[in-house]
T-cell receptor, first 113, second 113 residues
Framework: GENVEQHPSTLSVQEGDSAVIKCTYS??????FPWYKQELGKGPQLIID?????GEKKDQRIAVTLNKTAKHFSLHITETQPEDSAVYFC????????????FGKGTHLIIQP | EADIYQTPRYLVIGTGKKITLECSQT?????MYWYQQDPGMELHLIHY???????EKGDLSSESTVSRIRTEHFPLTLESARPSHTSQYLC????????????FGEGSWLTVV
């Protein structure tokens, strides 16, 4: 089955700086890669996703890049703000089986004022 | 904005009790999921359903059971709770078509004492 590795587990950046979180996946059949933001005591909320036919996608301060050859994808947050502090999860979905998501272990992003 | 609701949000129960976690969605989604998440850890798929009368086991073995009698409702039941069942349970849903976004509820925090 799919295996997703996520790094780093904790990331601390100064407010206004950029943050980058990286994930790798194992199943070359995976074709959908969402990123979720989870605040304390809440469920994960989708912030951006990318499909395998696209190399990059951007939504305001958030961007995701995908390298299918290397089987890795990254989340980029620019001009970080205190409200960006949360746990971020990457995920990958392959076409078969449960069609659910395999998640990375999460990155705790801390924005220092 | 996702319209998926979970009750109770927080529950503390004694060992051996039977509990049911409720999940309802108003988006008309055919697919529904249950994920288990320990604090600060990744999400693991424990059950999913393609539609009414469909239930499948996920990647992580669980002693819980699920039912899908109505499209909008996907309850999870533990017949005899144990301390090892202490965790957060997240319900989610998506359209049936492969690759569609999975939306999560706010989660149910279960503590078994």
């Amino acid at each position: 089955g799919e295996n997703v590795e996520q790094h780093p587990s904790t990331l601390s950046v100064q407010e206004g700086d950029s943050a980058v979180i990286k994930c790798t996946y194992s199943d070359s059949a995976s074709n959908y890669f969402p990123w979720y933001k989870q605040e304390l005591g809440k469920g994960p909320q989708l912030i951006i996703d990318i499909r395998s036919n696209v190399g990059e996608k951007k939504d305001q301060r958030i961007a995701v890049t995908l390298n299918k050859t290397a089987k890795h994808f990254s989340l980029h947050i620019t001009e970080t703000q205190p409200e960006d502090s949360a746990v971020y999860f990457c995920a990958a979905r392959s076409g078969g089986g449960a069609d659910g998501l395999t998640f990375g272990k999460g990155t705790h992003l801390i924005i220092q004022p | 904005e996702a319209d998926i609701y979970q009750t109770p949000r927080y529950l503390v129960i004694g060992t051996g009790k039977k509990i049911t976690l409720e999940c309802s969605q108003t988006m008309g989604h055919d697919k529904m999921y249950w994920y288990q998440q320990d604090p600060g850890m990744e999400l693991h798929l424990i059950h999913y359903s393609y539609g009414v009368n469909s239930t499948e086991k996920g990647d992580l073995s669980s002693e819980s059971t699920v039912s899908r009698i109505r499209t909008e409702h996907f309850p999870l039941t533990l017949e005899s709770a144990r301390p090892s069942h202490t965790s957060q349970y997240l319900c989610a849903s998506s359209e049936l078509r492969t690759g569609n976004t999975i939306y999560f509820g706010e989660g149910s925090w279960l503590t078994v004492v």
